[in-house]
DNA sequence: TATAACGTGTAGTATAAGCTATAATTGTTG
DNA sequence: CAACAATTATAGCTTATACTACACGTTATA
């Protein structure tokens, strides 16, 4: 049964995807906050991400492991190269998905809404369509 | 800032939708089983998702908790009522996604692979986006 | 029918992600 | 410059999801 071997596949990327959707979003929330106010502080990412800020600071730890932020204690938070670049490509696919909703006909709410559940699971192929789209000419 | 408590309203519902997720995958997979084999085993689920068993135990105990399937020792599984419904809601849904990936692009095997990520964070208005695209003329 | 093979359950471990409560540090201000 | 407010860190708990290793039941077959 080679469909039950893709479906497994198909799965398990799923589950790698949760684990580094938090830490994408992470980044890209750290990369908005030092744009749009200068610095990212531990406070601020809890308050956007509405968590408590202890998980942000156990969050931060594993970043930091895992090479994409740097931060010492009592300062605010740093994104290394990796996580800048992590950032960027969040935030580009991030815009794409929004803009793709929008013109299909979702309003603006919904869209961000959904593109931060829908934005970590879209493949480059399914990236590259919906741009496709954006483009096109109006559709209805 | 009421930007930044709708973002946090977002990531929140996000991680709630997580916590769905899973129970989602194993309805779904457990009702494809049951329709397709005639009963459901945990070998067969924990084949198809690509865990390990024991992992497979743990989450219909916690199905079952949540009264979404029914178990005996040694026993299959079967679905609730409740466990059906959210399993025919899922796999609309799910064939909504492939069916719109498919539409604007996307081949078949990424279209599942995406699908398998996406169908948990689509809302209701999206997925009806998702419908009148499927039931527009051909893109391109 | 006895046993081997397979399926299922249990125990124990790890990691991630969340929380509350408390301690420590920093910075601001009286 | 001392004290207080705000921020940051730590400790300890919970739940979910994964794993391996081992024990127990069922089923099929020799």
Redesign the interface.
């Known amino acids: 049964m080679p469909d ?1 071997d ?9 589950r790698e ?2 684990q580094t959707e938090l830490a994408e ?1 992470y980044v890209e929330l750290i990369a908005d906050l030092i744009d749009s106010t200068g610095e990212a502080r531990a406070t601020d990412v809890a ?5 408590a800020h202890p998980t942000v600071v156990k969050a931060i730890g594993r970043l930091q492991r895992d090479g994409l932020v740097e931060s010492l204690p009592y300062r605010s938070i740093f994104l290394t190269e990796t996580g800048r670049a992590m950032a960027e490509r969040c935030k580009r696919r991030h815009e794409i998905v929004v803009g793709f ?1 929008r013109k ?4 603006e ?6 593109a ?3 934005e ?4 480059e ?2 990236l590259a ?2 741009e ?2 954006i483009r ?1 000419k109006p ?1 209805g």
Do not use: C, K, P, Y
């Not at 893709?6 to 799923?14: E, L, T």
């Not at 299909?104 to 309003?107: E, M, R, S």
């Not at 709410?109 to 959904?114: K, Q, S």
């Open positions: 039950a893709r479906q497994a596949a198909n799965f398990q990327r799923v995807a949760h979003d308050r956007r991400l509405g968590v909703l299909i006909g979702v309003d709410e919904t869209a961000e809404r959904d931060e559940g829908i970590h699971h879209v493949s192929m399914t369509a919906f496709r789209l096109s559709l």
